[in-house]
């Protein structure tokens, strides 16, 4: 029974990715803060952090498979110096422990903004990107982290990339911006949407991924984890439709939006409190993170289904956890 450490496991995907591996035989590690909870699922709690070398150097003993799914994802922060520590510096240090440790592979949960969004299709794995194209601190990190991946595959460690694109299900319990739109819809929080667009994926069928991308996917190659292509409109229809409330009629002009982030991002760095409309985010909504994931579904099985079971699954859940 192999063993494999999941980082972020406290998370919505690592959990999900954990619970994936457990329920496909593998015996599950957890790096996690002291006061961080893994709830509902049998792990080996190994307390560490991403900045701990001699944490992630017990975390790593003995294992096989090393998921390195945690991320400080967040679109604002007082202190954008911490989305760097965490994220570039903390993924060097996970690779870097897993290597001396001579681990067997290294799955490492990038994000679908590191992809290229061509004009007038689908962005794919080739697209070609720069750290000029990232919007806001959290996609710069992330950009930056996954540079760190494929530099150390280009020296030889078995490092094999996913990026996902907007998972959404059950257990989401942050919740992650994409939870929080549904979050939001439920408690009537959303009277208008901008002229954006998602690429949905359930996040069970994402957490299969990571399994299938560590058992066939190839070293130093990037795969993207998504399903549906849906604008934030046609998102929130069929939100209306399961959840049996009204969907929002008024489209909000981009100015407004962006005016709308300038003011409140500004009050946040002085208040300190997270905005209701981070900029990072209104800048992201420019444009629609519309990909394909046919390089997975060709390479090593990848197949989600489709996402209404999913956004059920999460309005059931939000509803039963008392979210709205």
């Known amino acids: 029974m192999p063993l494999s450490l999941v980082t972020g496991a406290s998370g919505f995907l690592g959990w999900h990715v954990a619970r994936v591996l457990i329920e496909r035989g593998h015996r599950v590690r957890a790096l996690c803060r002291p006061a961080s909870q893994i709830r509902e699922l049998d792990v080996e709690r190994v307390s560490g952090d991403l900045r701990d070398p001699e944490s992630l150097a017990r975390a790593v003993h003995s294992c096989e498979f090393v998921f390195h799914v945690a991320a400080d994802y967040r679109l604002w922060s007082k202190d954008p110096r911490d989305l760097y520590h965490s994220n570039v510096e903390g993924t060097r240090n996970v690779i870097e422990a897993a290597q001396r440790a001579g681990i067997q592979r290294i799955v490492y949960t990038s994000t679908v903004g590191c992809i290229g969004m061509p004009k007038g299709r689908n962005g794919d794995e080739d697209t070609p990107v720069s750290i000029e194209d990232m919007a806001g ?24 990339i996913v990026n996902p694109t907007a ?148 309005i059931e859940w939000f509803r039963a956890n008392g979210y709205c």
Not at 240 to 265: F, S
């Open 137 to 160: 601190h959290y996609k710069r990190s992330k950009w930056l982290a996954e540079q760190v991946a494929l530099e150390k595959a280009r020296a030889g460690v078995p490092i094999v």
């Open 167 to 314: 998972p959404i299900g059950d257990h989401d319990w942050k919740p992650t911006p994409t939870g929080k739109i549904i979050v939001d819809f439920l408690r009537g929080k959303l009277p208008a949407f901008v002229d954006t667009g998602l690429n949905l994926v359930d996040v069970r069928d994402t957490a299969i991924g990571h399994l299938q991308a560590a058992e066939k996917g190839r070293v130093g190659e990037r795969y993207i984890l998504g399903c549906e292509n849906l604008t934030l409109e046609q998102i929130l229809s069929r939100l209306a439709v399961i959840a049996g409330k009204p969907a929002p009629k008024i489209k909000l002009p981009y100015a407004v939006a962006y005016a709308t982030g300038l003011l409140t991002t500004a009050w946040a760095n002085v208040s300190g409190r997270p905005p209701v409309a981070p900029m990072e985010g209104v800048k992201m909504a420019r444009k629609k993170m519309f990909v394909t994931h046919a390089k997975a579904s060709r390479e090593f099985g990848f197949a989600p289904g489709p996402v209404d079971a999913a956004l059920a699954r999460a």
